[in-house]
């Protein structure tokens, strides 16, 4: 029986939380118990098939061009549970076992959540264990396919692939004591169930399925690159050597294949989809022809090849997306990795500045571009002018932007030295001036925000609805600021911050009052489960026309005999939670933001303020997936940080804030920060990260010393436990007390109660050690 080709134009995945975030509704409502099953049930129903007539409508017209990669939560989770490695046996698999993994109940923990790759999404990492059994659950893939058909389409089930589940795994922790197990040991195992699904998606009809093994792009620890492409090569060839079951398509999104490239090819999957993304071939310049090379020797697979970029928003260069493809000789095409990454359609935004408008391309207008990339390979290039009239229009106007040829930013970078950038002069100079601000020994203090009320919040909405004037609302913020620093007082907390009750969000709150950012209002993206986030979006040359912190810490100080910290988002974090330029490397956009911040120091500087706090929680998000790759990324990284305090006065005590406590792999670049007191997470891992700490780490340090991340309240008696700990490997001159994070989800009794215990323990360590 022969069987379909694979289509020539479709894309590795789709946003599934609706374009009017319905999946969101649904979800939140089902779980506030406002719906029940069947109606929430019914809900993502809809959605999924309104989605799947949308996207043939757009053009994925030919059968499997349409992939099934749905969760109600997410990917990972779906997939680990449809192989069986979630436990549980029963052939399909419930809605509660599902939401009780994600989310927890009152007698489970949830399972852990992580990034995904280097994006701003979160899967959930599945807890492998050495003596678990594996038991196929292909009910769920069934159902859609059936779902899609009783509504006349034939749709591609995805699944993570077994390599990249096992990579993403954590051992589980009966089974991590002993030391021994790597989920990976649990390959062949766990490739009996996938052998298992594509069984019964074959004895369903299903001709082709979809399998995804971005693992193979990344650099991993404790498994070289080599030894986990042998590991996928053979695994793969033993899937693929059964009959029984529907050809494969796999797919490695997010980056470029080392090792990976021929042992896949190897395993001659029907069709392979490759990233040959712009920005993936940058860092990879042979990646295209290493491909050639590879594919030649495997003449039996289709190669796909993902060239429209999934990752940013922007309208793409269409003839070099059409010469790539030619140079590969390639005539089906997809996008680089998921659309899940960018918003639905640039038609839901209805006030963005006219000239910008027609610069981006979200999820539904990517597919016009594979459409029209794919008509174009196929010598149909009239049939789609409009789209390629489109991308050239959008790649003109953007070049000749003023947006994008900022004189005045360009004059003010150029003054900037080359290379790295150093604070003068040195710590151990600072740190002696700054004896100055006259800290008690192990000073107190709080990472930022406090918890943001209903009432900040509804003075926001009602602000943003025009109920409250300009006037009322500044009049509620201070009211605010003014029992933030009352209570901080009262507690007797050493360095007092004014609360963030200004910010939304802290990236947000920067990109709204810098220029060369937009924002969007329909522009969500899924985070996790259910939350969504709308990123702003670099679209020219940042500057500042104005102060933006200054109001609210002079004021903030004028109730204050106590140094109060100012408080900045820093380069990094900005662009990491922001859709960036394609145009320019991101270094470009770092540097410009981070003089635009040394703006802002100078004018708190000038207001008074003599400490700073400049928050880069995002800085290891943006690691590159692989080792090669970060020592330059950690440059630029640390050079926009730097610049940002650069002109600092001496006296001028600056923090950092980061976010993490698995700090190993970028130590050294947390030390070329340069901050005088740098805060991080360790109340979870017990201060251990403490013994991480090596020479080039001189400066000041507060491991947080109570988690912020649950409502518990920390006891006097285990943080002062925690703090004699953090004294064995840091010194009592350079420690500094705080919880680890901000206090903004948390509410304000526990948050009272915690920071008092806090003080206290601190004032018991001190009293012991005099
Ligand atoms: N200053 C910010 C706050 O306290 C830092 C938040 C963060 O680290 N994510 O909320
Ligand atoms: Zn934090």
Redesign the pocket.
Known sequence: MSQTPFPTKTIEGYPRVGANRELKRALESYWAGRIDRPTFESAAHSLRVDTYARLKDLGLDDDYAIPADVAYYDQVLETALTVGALGGDAEDVSLDEEFTLARGNADTAPLEMTKWFDTNYHYIVPEISADQSFTARPQRLLKLVDEAREAGHTIRPYLVGPVTVLALSKAAESTAADGTTNPLDRLDDLAKSYAKVFAALKEAGVEWVQVAEPALVADHIGISDAELADRAGAIWTELLSSEDRPQVYLTTPYGSLQAGLDKLLAAAPEAFQVDVSRPTQALDSNYLGRIKEAVAKSPQTTLVAGLVDGRNVWAGDLNALVQTGEELGVKHVTTSVSLQHVPHTVEAEKNLPVDVAGWFSFADEKISEVVAVAAALDGKRDEVEQTFARSERALRTRKESERTHNEAVAKRVATLPEGQVAREPKFAERTEIQEELGLPKLPTT????FPQTKQIRGARADHRAGKLTDEQYVEELRGEIASVIKLQEDLGIDVL?HG?PE?ND?VQYFAELLDGFVVTENGWVQSYGSRCTRPPIVVGDVSRPEAMTTEWAKYAQSLSDKHVKG?L?GPV?ILAWSFIRDDVHQSVSADQIGVALADEVADLEESGIDII?I?E?ALRELLPLRESDRASYLDWAVRAFRLVSLEAKPKTQIHT???YSEFGQIIDAVAALDADVTSIEAARSRMELLEDLNDSFTSEIGPGIYDIHSPRIPSVEEMEELIRAALKNVDEKRLWINPD????TRGYKETEESLRNMVTARNNVVESLK
């Open positions: 709080t990472i930022g925000s911050v963030e910010r802290m408080m988002t974090t706090q928050d929680p804030h980061l976010c994070c901000g206090l903004k």
